[in-house]
């Protein structure tokens, strides 16, 4: 079990540019969740999946965010045309799925540190 | 999302002494807590759950649910050093909806 693992740990982009993040949650996790955290705030939840399927959305998710898991693994967040509001630490967790829903257990990545310039 | 809120911080403790966090939430139907710590600049990790009313045990933590009084709390007991962190609480709704953390820094 490697954990949940994110890329790149850390990215400084230019307002406007667009830019992806990816996460590889642990191995036979059915659900990938992804969350953002700005400083002095608990993390907010953005999308999660289930296998490959994208079953909810946040309304903090504009239009400019789109989240996939293509093969029910690995999974990526695109932000384009970014704003100096979109900095903050974007977080990707993995849960089992199958323990039902009281019990099962969200495990966090390292996270992307997003700096817009 | 749901309301979760913390007892806001810092709490600054001595070591050996016991941490209390307090977590409220809004929504009566919840079924399930989380609580996770946070160092500086890294992710947070999972402490324990809880979702049954009452105290569950696990080392050097306790954590208590009130449903009724829609409260959940976090005792750290024999605080370290290396206990300072921020300490999040979660309700879980197969999303986690947190609070904004408390900060706790133990004196040596």
């Known amino acids: 079990d490697t954990g949940v693992s994110q890329n790149p740990r850390h990215k400084i982009t230019k307002r406007g540019q667009n830019v992806t993040f990816r996460c590889d949650p642990i191995s036979e996790h059915n659900r990938l969740y992804w969350y953002r955290q700005t400083l002095g705030q608990g993390p907010e939840f953005l999308t999660y999946?289930?296998?490959?399927?994208?079953?909810?959305k946040s309304r903090l998710l504009s239009d400019r965010f789109s989240a996939e898991r293509p093969k029910g693994s690995f999974s990526t967040l695109e932000i384009q045309r970014t704003e100096q509001g979109d900095s903050a630490m974007y977080l990707c967790?993995?849960?089992?799925?199958?323990?039902?829903?009281?019990?099962?257990?969200?495990?966090f990545g390292p996270g992307t540190r997003l700096t817009v310039l | 999302q749901k309301e979760v809120e913390q007892n806001s911080g810092p709490l600054s403790v001595p070591e050996g002494a016991i941490a209390s966090l307090n977590c409220t939430y809004s929504?009566?139907?919840?079924?399930?807590f989380f609580w996770y710590r946070q160092y500086s600049g890294k992710s947070p990790e999972l402490i324990m759950f809880i979702y049954s009313n009452g105290d569950k045990e696990d080392g050097r933590f306790t954590a208590q649910l009130n449903k009724a009084s829609q409260y959940v709390s976090l005792l750290i007991r024999d605080s370290q050093p290396s206990d300072s962190a921020t300490y999040l609480c979660a309700v879980n709704d197969y999303k986690l909806s947190f609070g904004a953390g408390t900060t706790v820094t133990v004196r040596a």
């Open positions: 929504d009566r139907g919840s079924q399930s």
């Open positions: 967790a993995s849960s089992s799925g199958l323990a039902g829903g009281v019990t099962d257990t969200q495990y």
């Open positions: 999946f289930q296998n490959e399927a994208q079953l909810e």
